[in-house]
């Protein structure tokens, strides 16, 4: 016999099995009839009045709910008595069970076993006015698309391609309404500096952050922000970066509920006992204190005030990870020029001591007695605000600091010590306060310096670092 025979041969024997193949699941599988060209509306299971309808109570794995319609002819979840439930899915299903439809009936058929009718993954007993009940079982996955459900104590297996079966499955939190936390749009006056206070903790973060309202903000000073961070150093923020935190905190939103009424014992089993993040955040009237447990593609949440956990996915907690030094400004210092009340400069140059008046919301600087020009003394210490880090060193410099600039205020806050210690020929170490080392450019820094002494003199000083 020649290779090419042999091969056809081979070829007709593996067609052969597979037909055959076919033939056995085409007549062990379920057969399925289309009820109609709108499937979705083809097949009513019973039908029965909002008036008829009293509970629905559903038994599953998750544990199962109990469905009850309200006097003003809503629905709500009896397990959930105490917190607020979500109006459309409570309403859905309620409006569904009054008449279950499907998109597809099995024609003929068998053993319920073959359904996963026997043992259900959901059961729904709807008790109506009358004294009767409406028994709904919801079985296993038809292979066509959709979930197979019937009716205790009456022939027919249907294939339900809607939402009924996901809601069915689903726990009594899940139907608890997640639109819990305050946000900035419960408060129409403000923009985002109706938030008074950010914080983020937690065991997963390296230090923590905390972020205020500059009690010293003037909004029309280039100088000031809105807020001034306190931790881990107090120092400057980025109102970019700090804007989105804002942003971010107070448009937090929680996905779904997973369990409500929690022992201590359930709490440590979604890790909130011992949080990885910890978020708070202030308006003028009420404050949000939200834990989170990092669950890997998402996290686990319990706000202050609500015995009950949540889900939140990273679109809105992604941030609870990031650096402190993502909201610290690379400006070094933002006091508006209107609370200056005296600066004194130190550096192997000598010491210049400048004091400031601000009679009639103007600015008069002085150098020992010699009045200054207002305007040149302005752009000196825009120059100072405007000297920027290069970045943050964990490296606490050691030595005698080159420049040493202290800061005083008309406002009642303190005195602010700010150095600048030598690191390399390129730059220097940026203390305030002797915390928070910073890298700052030996340019920059040479530039206060003869700026200092240019100023003192009342000579022009260079208009930009």
Not at 227 to 244: A, R
Not at 373 to 400: C, H, V, W
Not at 445 to 464: C, F, G, H, R, W
Request: with cysteine; net charge negative.
């Amino acid at each position: 016999m020649s290779k090419n025979k042999r091969l056809l041969i081979i070829l007709l024997a593996i067609a052969a099995v597979l037909a055959a193949g076919v033939a056995v699941i085409l007549l062990t599988a379920p057969a399925e009839t289309v009820s109609s060209s709108e499937p979705d509306e083809a097949v009513v299971m019973y039908s029965v009045t909002r008036d008829q309808f009293l509970r629905a109570s559903v038994t599953n794995e998750s544990g199962g709910f109990t469905l009850v319609k309200t006097a003003d002819g809503g629905y709500t979840v009896e397990e959930a008595e105490g917190f607020e439930t979500n109006d459309y899915s409570t309403g859905w299903v309620g409006d569904k069970l009054l008449a279950p439809n499907a998109s597809r009936t099995v024609s003929s058929p068998g053993p319920l076993s073959e359904y996963g009718l026997d043992s259900p993954a959901a059961t729904c007993r709807v008790e109506l006015s009358d004294g009767t009940a409406k028994t709904l079982l919801l079985g296993g996955e038809a292979p066509s698309g959709g979930r197979y459900m019937a009716l205790e104590g009456e022939e027919g297996v249907y294939i339900v391609t809607h939402n009924l079966p996901l809601y069915l499955t689903r726990s009594a939190a899940s139907y608890v309404e997640t639109d819990v936390i305050p946000t900035k749009d419960d408060y129409p006056e403000g923009t985002d500096t109706n938030v008074k206070y950010v914080f983020l903790g937690g065991k997963k973060r390296a230090e923590n952050v905390e972020i205020i309202m500059d009690p010293n903000y003037v909004s029309d000073e280039t100088a000031s922000t809105p807020y001034v961070m306190t931790q881990p150093i107090e120092y400057p923020v980025n109102s970019t970066t700090t804007g989105d935190l804002v942003t971010y905190a107070s448009g937090m939103s929680f996905t779904e509920c997973a369990e409500i009424r929690l022992t201590p014992e359930r709490l440590a089993f979604y890790g909130l006992d011992d949080p990885d993040y910890t978020l708070v955040f202030r308006f003028a009237e009420s404050e949000v204190r939200i834990d989170f447990a990092d669950a890997g593609d998402f996290c686990y949440a319990k706000m202050d005030g609500f015995d009950a956990v949540f889900i939140a996915y990273p679109t809105y907690t992604s941030f609870l990870s990031d650096p402190a030094d993502k909201y610290m400004s690379r400006l070094t210092f933002t006091k508006s020029l209107s609370a200056l009340a005296g600066l004194t400069v130190t550096s192997a140059d000598g010491t210049h001591v400048f004091r400031v008046e601000h009679p009639d919301g103007e600015t008069v600087p002085y150098c020992g007695s010699l009045k200054l020009d207002a305007d040149n003394f302005k752009q000196f210490y825009e120059n100072l605000i405007m000297t920027l880090s290069e970045g943050r060193t964990d490296a606490t410099p050691s030595g005698p600091a080159y420049l040493t600039l202290i800061y005083s205020f008309n406002d009642g806050s303190p005195d602010v010590k700010v150095e600048f210690v030598h690191v390399n020929n390129l730059r220097y170490a940026y203390l305030i306060d002797g915390e928070g080392s910073f890298f700052m450019l030996k340019s920059q820094v040479d530039a206060i310096v003869s700026d200092a002494a240019l100023v003192a003199e009342n000579k022009p000083v260079k208009s930009t670092i």
